[in-house]
């Protein structure tokens, strides 16, 4: 069975636990996923103070996940410690907002918007389009309004929240939106397929991520 290790940035369990659950789904046979939270921060990283903060403990884990498995997958939209793991590691390491604005960007071709919920997060998340060289296909992000953690405490809120602003990027041209954030999982894939462009779900696109360069390095 081939590994691959499942990094939650924030430090809630029940997040992980979620996370994993996508991303099991999302894996082809013969390969399964593990999960690892991290054990100091928020439940929910929400401005740029907690983010750097995540690099750390994404850090942490790594340095004590061992070496059974064959890819890592940090799952906080901020993509924290992404450098710091790739030059530590030999294996694939994806980042959700890397991976899924990869996807989203269809190589270049397509204009990708982000939804999300924290307005704290918006110039790191615009730094994530500007290092996988996409600015120019980015049509930027737009917000729900209140409180993000409390928005997300309440799913059907949170989702009919982030619907309300995968409209508004498509209003600015989008081509494909993103829903930016793993805690935000569950969200994601309930808003799939309701909108006139592809909604693309975060986790699933870093799984495809690693398998597709675990498949170019076999």
Do not use: W
């Not at 390969?31 to 995540?54: C, D, Y």
């Not at 935000?184 to 690693?210: H, K, M, N, T």
């Amino acid at each position: 069975m081939t590994e691959i290790l499942l990094i939650n940035p924030n430090a809630s369990e029940a997040t992980t636990a979620m996370m994993v659950e996508i991303a099991a789904a999302n894996l082809p046979p013969g390969f399964s996923v593990r999960g690892a939270t991290a054990r100091r921060g928020p439940t929910m990283i929400v401005n740029e103070t907690e983010l750097a903060a995540a690099s750390n403990e994404v850090m942490d884990v790594v340095r004590g996940a061992g070496a059974s498995h064959a890819a890592i997958i940090i799952s906080a939209f901020g993509d924290p410690g992404i450098e710091r793991v790739r030059a530590h590691v030999r294996v694939p390491v994806a980042g959700i907002a890397e991976s899924s604005m990869l996807e989203a960007s269809a190589g270049g071709t397509r204009r990708f918007g982000v939804a999300t919920v924290t307005p704290d997060l918006v110039a790191a998340i615009d730094g994530r389009a500007a290092s996988a060289g996409l600015r120019g296909m980015y049509t930027g992000i737009r917000l729900t309004d209140g409180d993000p953690r409390a928005l997300a405490a309440e799913p059907d809120r949170l989702t009919a929240a982030l619907g309300v602003a995968v409209q508004r990027c498509i209003d600015d041209g989008a081509e494909a939106v993103i829903i930016g954030g793993g805690p935000l999982g569950q969200a994601a894939l309930a808003l799939a397929g309701r909108f006139s462009v592809p909604v693309i779900a975060p986790i699933p696109a870093a799984v495809r991520y690693v398998l597709e360069q675990l498949k170019q390095h076999m």
